[in-house]
């Protein structure tokens, strides 16, 4: 398998615009965790689904932030409005099961820059 | 928020030489998890440790969990250029299926 994928894996925009960002999980993994991090305040878990649905989703900053699994191969995480303040890396990962019963796979991530 | 925090937030030191790190947490766990991360890559899982275990070895890798005192501590022995990395320890709260990560520590092993 060829790991988590994502896309893009850079992305600069100006504040304001849409962004969205896309994970491929492993094939078969039935829980997707979408994590954010910088510099001041770490990797945070923005929202958590199992079998496509969304479990978690209190780590998500604000209501210009939503996430979406339309099937079990395929998840966004979108941005609309853009700020500045968003900019950081963004990581999808995935895991057999809950990713805190057993270990969690990361994508390579996805740098946002709002400029 | 973040569950642990993660001490010393950096290391160097001369290949050969072991690093250890260690992790603080504040909840009840079902596991704690350690993690490396290369500059400008994802997140790869080296260790999980259980509740109730206290040591687990894994080639150079060492780590020992004290649950009293909600502590962990992950030990590279023999270390190498190649284990230069970030090392994040990541919680399994109990009752929560998704990992808290700690700060990290940035270890940088010179040659």
């Known amino acids: 398998d060829a790991g988590v994928i994502q896309s893009p894996r850079h992305e600069v925009t100006e504040m304001g615009q849409e962004v969205t960002l896309r994970c491929k999980p492993i094939s078969g993994h039935n829980s997707l965790f979408w994590y954010r991090q910088t510099m001041m305040r770490g990797l945070e878990l923005l929202i958590y689904f199992n079998n496509n649905v969304p479990i978690d989703d209190s780590g998500m900053p604000e209501d210009r932030f939503s996430a979406k699994m339309p099937n079990a191969s395929f998840s966004t995480l979108k941005i609309q409005p853009s700020e500045p303040r968003d900019s950081a890396v963004y990581f999808c990962?995935?895991?057999?099961?809950?990713?805190?019963?057993?270990?969690?796979?990361f994508g390579q991530g996805t740098r946002l820059t709002v400029v | 928020s973040q569950q642990g925090e993660e001490d010393p937030q950096a290391l160097s030191i001369q290949e050969g030489e072991n690093a250890t790190m260690n992790c603080s947490y504040k909840?009840?766990?079902?596991?704690l998890q350690w993690y490396r991360q290369n500059s400008g890559r994802g997140l790869v899982h080296l260790i999980l440790?259980?509740?109730?275990?206290r040591e687990k070895h894994s080639g150079r890798l060492r780590v020992t969990l004290d649950t009293s005192k909600k502590s962990s501590s992950l030990l590279i022995t023999a270390s190498r250029a190649a284990d230069t990395a970030s090392y994040f320890c990541?919680?399994?709260?109990?009752?929560?299926?998704?990992?808290?990560f700690g700060s990290g520590t940035r270890l940088q092993v010179q040659p």
């Open positions: 440790i259980r509740s109730n275990e």
């Open positions: 909840t009840s766990i079902n596991n």
């Open positions: 990962a995935s895991s057999p099961s809950g990713g805190g019963v057993t270990e969690a796979f």
């Open positions: 990541a919680t399994a709260d109990t009752g929560r299926r998704a990992l808290t």
